[in-house]
């Protein structure tokens, strides 16, 4: 009987929140994206690749072109030489950060727990 209930409130695909929307941010670089476009406000593409070392254009690109799919990020372009490129929150992208916040303070208070978890295993 739970089954069946759990199963009927996440097997309609069209309509799952978590499939739907979550899904698209829910990873470590969209979320440190946006909150990194949070506190810094508008930034261009070299600078958000400074700001996170560790991931690479490639990457940095996809994640800021879906996150601009889904209508958290705008991206500005200026026809200028060379062309110029800013990225910036959306008011629906600046609708998540105190969610985002909220699971960066739960991280912060449960990040030696997990961690030592993660080496028990």
């Known amino acids: 009987m739970k089954t069946e209930k759990i199963s009927e409130k996440y097997s309609c695909v069209a309509t799952c929140p978590m499939r739907n929307v979550i899904a698209h941010f829910a990873n470590k670089w969209s979320m440190l994206l946006l909150v990194i476009l949070d506190e810094f406000g508008v930034m ?3 600078e958000l690749s400074r700001a996170i070392p560790d991931i690479s254009p490639k990457v940095l690109s996809g994640h800021l072109k879906t ?3 889904v209508g958290l990020v705008k991206r500005i372009l200026y026809a ?3 062309p110029r490129t800013e990225y910036e929150l959306t008011e629906l992208g600046k609708s998540l950060i105190p969610i985002l916040n909220q699971l960066s303070e739960w991280g912060k208070q449960n990040l030696k727990t997990v961690t030592r978890n993660l080496k028990k295993s």
Do not use: A, G
Request: hydrophobic share 35%; proline share 11%.
């Open 67 to 69: 996150l601009e799919s």
């Open 44 to 46: 261009r593409f070299n």
């Open 80 to 82: 200028e030489v060379p």
